[in-house]
C-alpha cells in the first residue's frame, strides 16, 4: 500500500477517535447506570404506604412485592382527614355498597396527592370485585377462568428453529449498529473535508500527494474511527449490562448471538456498506464549500432512506422488497444482516450482495476520488450538478 | 550539484479555463540553489503557472523539464517539493508538533524521521514551549512559521513559496527573508510569488514579471534595474501644486518613460539609461519655481508599475 494512503489514515483515525474521550464516555455511561440502577433500588426500598380501610371487612389481595399496608379502622371518617393532613397516615380507602346494585361497591380513595402505588390498589380492587361475582354467578373460579380463555391455536413450524423476541433484537441491533456507523461517518466527512476546504489546508496536501491517495486514506481512517467508536460505545453497553445483571435484572443470551459461523460475513457486509456510503459522503462533502449553507448538504441524508427501508421490512424478511434491498449495494449492509438472522437465505443470494457491494465500492471509490479532486481545489462557488457528473464519468 | 544545468525549464507552457487565458506559452528556468522570484498583479496567472509547476494542474500546452543534481532529465517527484500556497491554513485543533509530523509524512517521511524533522523545525522556529499547543491558540506570526514549517522540513530540492509574506508584520517579514535564505544556503531553490517588491529586490537572484498570462519581463533585479527597462527617476517637487495641462505636456514627450503624481506638487519622471534629465530640470523650471529634486535609480517597484500596467514591452533586459 502506499505509505501515504496510511500516513492519512493514522491521521485521519486519531484525529476523529480519541482514546481519552472514549474512556470518558465509557465511564460517564458506567456511572451514569450504577447512579439509574441506584435510584430504582433507592424508591423501590422507600417506605411502605399505610392506607386505612373504612366501611369493609372483606380481604383485599395485594400484590407480592406491594408496598400498601392496609388497616381496618373504628375511628370516624373526620378523625381520619385530621390524620390524613397531619401525615400520620397516608390515604383513606372507603368502600360502601352500591345502593342500585348489590353486587357492586362504591369505592373512594383519599389522599393527599395523586399516588403512585394506585395501580396495585387497582389490582386487589379488581381481584376483589372478581371474586364477588364469581360468589354471586355461583361458579368456581375454575369455570369462570375456563370461560374467560381465548381459543389455544397449536403453531407448528417447518424451521427448526423458531425466531424469538430476543434474536428479533439482536437483528434490529445489527441494522441500529450501521445506521450509527453511517452517522458517525456521515458526521466525520462532513466536519472533516468541508472543514479542510475552510481552513484552506487541501492544496497544501494535495502539492504532497494524489488526490485519490488522501481519499483512499480518509476512507480507511475515518472508516477505522466510525467503527471503533461504535465498538467503544459497544463495550459501554456490555459493561451496562454487567451491572444491570448484578442489580438481578439481567436475561439469558439470544441464540443468534451463538451463530459464531455468520460473523465473518457480517462483518464483510457492515465493512463494505461503510466504505460504500464513506465514499459517498466523501464526493458530496468535497462539493460544500459551506454546510449551513448549501442545498448540497441535504444529499448526505439521502443514504439513511434504504437504511430505513430495511428496518421497516424486518416483520416480512424474505419478502420481494427485502430481497432486493438484501443483494443491493449501499442496502445489503442493513437488510442482509437482518434476513440471516429472521428469514432464509440462498447461497447465491449472499454471493450476489458480496459482489454488487465490492464492485459498487469499486465504482464508487473511483468516481468520488475524481469528484473530490475537482471539487477540494474549488473554493466560492460550487459546482453544479452537471459539473459533478462530468468530473464523475471523465475526471 | 551541476549549478549550470536548470533544475526545471518551462517550455511554452500554456493553461486556459473555458474561454480565459490563464497562462500563455510562458518558458523560463530556475537555476539550483537559487531565489526565483515570479511577480504579476492578482489574477496575472501566477498561481496557475505555479499549479502547473509542481504537477497539481496539467498545461494544455507545453512541458516542464525536471533535471537532477547530475543534469539528467527526471519525472516530476512531489516528495522533493515544499509549497506554501496562497490560499493555506492549518488543522486549528490539532497540537504544532503532530501537525508537522503529518506533513512530513505526507512528503515521504518515516515517523521517525518525521518526529527528528519535526522536532528541529520546533526548535529552530523557536515554537518549543508550543509543541503540544494547539494551533488556534498561537499568534497568527507563529501560525505562519508552522505553515512555512510544514512546506520545507523535508527538506526539498525546490520550495515554492506564494505569498508568504501576506499578513506578518515588518518584524516576522523580517525573519521570513532570513529564512528564506538560510534555506537557500542549505541547498534549496526556492521559488517566490509575492507583491512586497522591496523584499523582492532584496532576496531575488532572478525576477520574473507576468501580467494577463504572459511574461513581460525577465532577468536578475540588476538587468532589470539597469538594463532597458530601468534607467533613472527624478522627482520633483514644486512651490505650489501642479496644473493638470503640465502633467498633459509632460506625457505627450515621448522621452519620458513614466510619469506619477506622488503628492500636489510630487511627479516622480522616469527615463530611460541614455535619456538627458538636466534638459528636462531646465524645462519644468520655466514652468513652475521648483523646491527640491531628486535623482535616483528606478526601482524595482516603478518598473513593475510600469510593465505589468502596460503589458508587454518591445525587448526584455536578459535577452539584449
Redesign the interface.
Known amino acids: 500500500m502506499n505509505?501515504?494512503i496510511c500516513?492519512?489514515a493514522r491521521?485521519e483515525f486519531f484525529?476523529f477517535f480519541k482514546w481519552r474521550d472514549q474512556l470518558i464516555g465509557i465511564v460517564s455511561l458506567l456511572v451514569s447506570s450504577v447512579l439509574g440502577f441506584g435510584v430504582v433500588k433507592f424508591a423501590s426500598s422507600s417506605k411502605a404506604v399505610e392506607l386505612v380501610v373504612v366501611g369493609s371487612n372483606q380481604p383485599l389481595e395485594l400484590p407480592e412485592k406491594s408496598k400498601i399496608q392496609l388497616r381496618p379502622t373504628t375511628e370516624t371518617l373526620e378523625q381520619l382527614r385530621t390524620k390524613l393532613d397531619q401525615r400520620s397516615i397516608d390515604g383513606i380507602l372507603v368502600i360502601t355498597e352500591n345502593k342500585t346494585n348489590s353486587s357492586e361497591n362504591d369505592v373512594e380513595l383519599i389522599v393527599r396527592q395523586q399516588p403512585r402505588w394506585v395501580n396495585d390498589l387497582q389490582t386487589a380492587l379488581n381481584a376483589q370485585r372478581t371474586s364477588r361475582v364469581i360468589d354471586k354467578a355461583s361458579i368456581t373460579p375454575e369455570q369462570f377462568q375456563q370461560f374467560l380463555a381465548p381459543q389455544a391455536i397449536k403453531i407448528t413450524t417447518t424451521m427448526p428453529n423458531t425466531i424469538s423476541l430476543a434474536d428479533r433484537g439482536v437483528a434490529i441491533g445489527m441494522g441500529s449498529f450501521m445506521v450509527i456507523v453511517n452517522f458517525l461517518g456521515l458526521s466525520f466527512f462532513m466536519v472533516g473535508i468541508t472543514g479542510?476546504k475552510q481552513?484552506?489546508?487541501t492544496?497544501?496536501?494535495?502539492?504532497?500527494?494524489s488526490p485519490q491517495a488522501w481519499i483512499d486514506g480518509k476512507l480507511i481512517g475515518l472508516t477505522a474511527a466510525a467503527f471503533a467508536s461504535v465498538a467503544t460505545l459497544l463495550v459501554g453497553g456490555i459493561l451496562i449490562y454487567g451491572v444491570v445483571w448484578l442489580a438481578g435484572y439481567g436475561v439469558g443470551m439470544p441464540d443468534s448471538l451463538t451463530r459464531w459461523d455468520l460473523f465473518p460475513l457480517l462483518a464483510l457486509l457492515f465493512l463494505g456498506g461503510a466504505i460504500f456510503w464513506n465514499c459517498f459522503f466523501a464526493a458530496v462533502s468535497s462539493i460544500i464549500n459551506d454546510p449551513n449553507t448549501s442545498a448540497k448538504s441535504s444529499l448526505l441524508f439521502l443514504p439513511m432512506l434504504p437504511i430505513a427501508a430495511g428496518f421497516l421490512a424486518i416483520p416480512q424478511p424474505d419478502g420481494n422488497a427485502m430481497r432486493v434491498l438484501s443483494v443491493l449495494p449501499g442496502t445489503s449492509s442493513t437488510a442482509m444482516p437482518i434476513r440471516l438472522f429472521l428469514g432464509e437465505v440462498a447461497w447465491w443470494e449472499i454471493a450476489a450482495s458480496l459482489l454488487f457491494l465490492f464492485v459498487g465500492i469499486y465504482i464508487l471509490r473511483l468516481a468520488a476520488g475524481r469528484i473530490f479532486a475537482a471539487g477540494i481545489?474549488l473554493?466560492g462557488k460550487e459546482p453544479s450538478w452537471l459539473d459533478v457528473i462530468r468530473w464523475a464519468i471523465r475526471g | 550539484m551541476n549549478k549550470s544545468q536548470p533544475l526545471v525549464s518551462a517550455e511554452g507552457v500554456g493553461k486556459s479555463f473555458g474561454s480565459i487565458r490563464a497562462v500563455q506559452r510562458i518558458s523560463f528556468e530556475v537555476l539550483p540553489q537559487q531565489i526565483f522570484s515570479l511577480l504579476g498583479p492578482n489574477g496575472a496567472g501566477k498561481s496557475t503557472l505555479v499549479r502547473m509547476l509542481?504537477g497539481?494542474l496539467p498545461p494544455d500546452e507545453g512541458t516542464f523539464v525536471w533535471r537532477n543534481s547530475s543534469g539528467a532529465t527526471v519525472p516530476l517527484d512531489?516528495?522533493k517539493?515544499g509549497?506554501?500556497?496562497e490560499?493555506?491554513?492549518?488543522?486549528?485543533d490539532?497540537p504544532v508538533a503532530a501537525t508537522l509530523e503529518?506533513?512530513a509524512?505526507?512528503?515521504?517521511l518515516?515517523r521517525t524521521e518525521s518526529k527528528r524533522v519535526s522536532q528541529l523545525w520546533i526548535e529552530r522556529l523557536g515554537l518549543t514551549q508550543y509543541a503540544k499547543s494547539k494551533l488556534e491558540t498561537l499568534s497568527k506570526g507563529n501560525q505562519q512559521k508552522v505553515q512555512i514549517a510544514?512546506?520545507v522540513l523535508h527538506r526539498p530540492a525546490l520550495l515554492v513559496l506564494d505569498e508568504p509574506f501576506s499578513g506578518l508584520d515588518p518584524i516576522n517579514q523580517e525573519l521570513m527573508v532570513n529564512l528564506i535564505r538560510e534555506i537557500r544556503a542549505e541547498g534549496t531553490t526556492v521559488l517566490l510569488s509575492a507583491h512586497q517588491l522591496n523584499l523582492i529586490e532584496r532576496l531575488a537572484d532572478h525576477v520574473m514579471i507576468i501580467a494577463k498570462g504572459q511574461k513581460v519581463l525577465s532577468g536578475t533585479v540588476e538587468e532589470i534595474c539597469h538594463g532597458e527597462h530601468g534607467g533613472k527617476t527624478l522627482r520633483v517637487e514644486f512651490e505650489q501644486p501642479i496644473a493638470a495641462n503640465l502633467l498633459t505636456e509632460i506625457q505627450a514627450h515621448g522621452d519620458v518613460r513614466g510619469l506619477l503624481l506622488e503628492q500636489p506638487n510630487l511627479i516622480a519622471m522616469q527615463f530611460g539609461p541614455n535619456q538627458k534629465q538636466l534638459e528636462w530640470l531646465n524645462k519644468l523650471q520655466q514652468w513652475g519655481a521648483i523646491r527640491t529634486f531628486q535623482s535616483s535609480s528606478t526601482s524595482l517597484h516603478e518598473i513593475y508599475l510600469r510593465v505589468a500596467n502596460d503589458g508587454l514591452p518591445q525587448k526584455e533586459p536578459s535577452d539584449v
Request: aromatic share 14%.
Open positions: 505509505p501515504s500516513t492519512v491521521w484525529r479542510e481552513q484552506r489546508i492544496e497544501q496536501v494535495v502539492s504532497a500527494i481545489m473554493y | 509542481i497539481m512531489r516528495a517539493i509549497y506554501l500556497p490560499d493555506r491554513g492549518l488543522y486549528k490539532q503529518y506533513f509524512g505526507l512528503r515521504g518515516n510544514s512546506a
